[in-house]
């Protein structure tokens, strides 16, 4: 199967910008988490989609948004940018089962897009 | 923030040498993930564990959970280059959730 895909791998905006940063997820994948990624923060949870509906959300601002369509496919929306806001965005996708304890059904992340705020 | 207490933060050892490194928290967990990132890559995940005193082994990658569900190790043995990268443990409070806790991770450095 082909792994997660993310769009564009890289992204350079400046402040008070909006950007939208696409997620394919693993083939037959219905859940898709974004996480965000920064030397000092280290990974931090951002959301979770499954089926179109967001099931759980972290702690961020509601500059932060996301949504899934159909095809389990996935965005997110930063709004308003600020520098702070410059990070690797990983997008994670997983088929989980019904009280799920295998390997396969863990969360399996794309390469990343790597957004600069200037 | 973080969750999750990762040591060491970095490594330098010879090739060969075992690695050891582990992560604690002041919480349960009910999963313990272990992942390796290498430069400009997202995680890849390494052993997942589901049990209190599980040891799951993934090649020269054994891990364990500890069983007081607040902490879990994972051992790297006879290192070789390819071993380099960051190792990140991360864990999930409930059953079924998606949302992961991560350590800060584990800079691991080889010297040939």
């Known amino acids: 199967k082909a792994g997660v895909t993310q769009t564009p791998r890289y992204l350079i905006k400046t402040r008070g910008q909006q950007v939208t940063l696409s997620c394919s997820p693993i083939?037959?994948?219905?859940?898709v988490s974004w996480y965000q990624q920064t030397p000092g923060q280290g990974l931090q949870f951002l959301f979770e989609?499954?089926?179109?509906?967001?099931?759980n959300k972290g702690n961020f601002p509601g500059r932060f948004s996301g949504r899934q369509f159909s095809n389990s496919r996935s965005e997110m929306n930063v709004s308003t940018l600020e520098l702070g806001d410059s990070a690797l965005y990983l997008c994670?996708?997983?088929?989980?089962?019904?009280?799920?304890?295998?390997?396969?059904?863990?969360?399996?992340f794309g390469p990343g897009t790597r957004l600069t705020v200037l | 923030g973080q969750q999750l207490n990762q040591s060491p933060q970095s490594m330098f050892i010879q090739e060969g040498e075992d690695v050891s490194m582990n992560c604690t928290s002041s919480?349960?967990?009910?999963?313990w993930l272990w992942y390796k990132q290498d430069p400009g890559e997202g995680p890849v995940l390494l052993i997942a564990?589901?049990?209190?005193?599980e040891l799951t082994s993934n090649g020269r990658l054994t891990a364990q959970f500890g069983i007081t569900r607040k902490d879990s190790f994972l051992n790297i043995s006879a290192s070789i280059p390819s071993d380099v990268g960051i190792y990140f443990c991360?864990?999930?409070?409930?059953?079924?959730?998606?949302?992961?806790?991560f350590g800060q991770g584990t800079r691991l450095t080889i010297n040939p």
């Open positions: 994670a996708s997983s088929q989980p089962g019904q009280g799920a304890t295998s390997y396969y059904n863990e969360q399996f």
């Open positions: 083939s037959g994948h219905r859940s």
């Open positions: 989609y499954f089926s179109e509906t967001q099931r």
């Open positions: 919480s349960i967990f009910n999963t």
């Open positions: 564990l589901y049990k209190a005193g």
């Open positions: 991360a864990g999930r409070r409930i059953q079924g959730a998606q949302k992961l806790v």
